[in-house]
C-alpha cells in the first residue's frame, strides 16, 4: 500500500475540517444544482471543468473515513511526502519511531508540496512503482 502525502490517523483534521466546511459553503449549491440538473451550458462546463461536484462529494466522504493505524497493516506500506508538504512532514518526522516499528517506509521527496505529490509524476511515480514491485509476489 502507498500512501501519499497524508499522515496515518484520521483523514480530516481540525484543520482540514475547517477547509471542508469553508469548501462546502463556498461550492456546496454549485455541486448540488449541478446534481439535480439545475446547470447548464457555461456554468454547467465551468463546474465540471473545475471538478466542483467532485471534490464536494471527496471531501465530505473524507470526514467518515476511518483512522488507519500502521501497526494493524497486513501488507507493506510506504508513505511518501514532500518536503514542502509541512504539516505532513511535520506529523512523519514526530512519529518516526512508530512508523519504523510497523515497518512503514517512509520516502520524503525534496521540493514537493501536497498538490504536487499528485502532479509531478515524474518523481512520485518511480518511487511508488519501486516500493510496489519490491513488494508484489
Known amino acids: ?34 446534481k439535480i440538473g439545475e446547470l447548464s451550458g457555461t456554468k454547467q462546463q465551468s463546474a465540471i471543468k473545475g471538478r466542483i ?3 464536494v462529494a471527496c ?4 470526514r467518515g473515513w476511518p483512522a ?4 494493524a497493516l497486513r501488507c507493506p506500506a510506504m508513505l511518501l511526502v514532500g518536503t514542502q508538504n509541512k504539516s505532513t512532514l ?8 512508530m512508523l519504523e516499528q510497523a515497518n512503514v517506509c517512509v520516502q520524503i521527496v525534496e521540493g514537493l508540496n501536497h498538490p504536487q505529490e499528485f502532479t509531478r509524476v515524474d518523481q512520485v ?3 511508488v512503482s519501486n516500493f510496489l514491485q519490491r513488494h508484489s509476489k
Open 1 to 34: 500500500m502507498a500512501v501519499i502525502g497524508v499522515p496515518f490517523g484520521p483523514a480530516v483534521d481540525q484543520q482540514f475540517d475547517r477547509f471542508i466546511a469553508d469548501f462546502v459553503n463556498k461550492w456546496g449549491a454549485v455541486a448540488k444544482a449541478y
Open 53 to 55: 461536484p467532485v471534490w
Open 59 to 62: 471531501f465530505q466522504a473524507m
Open 68 to 71: 488507519i493505524d500502521p501497526e
Open 90 to 97: 511535520q506529523w512523519v518526522t514526530s512519529h518516526r519511531a
Open 125 to 127: 511515480f518511480p518511487a
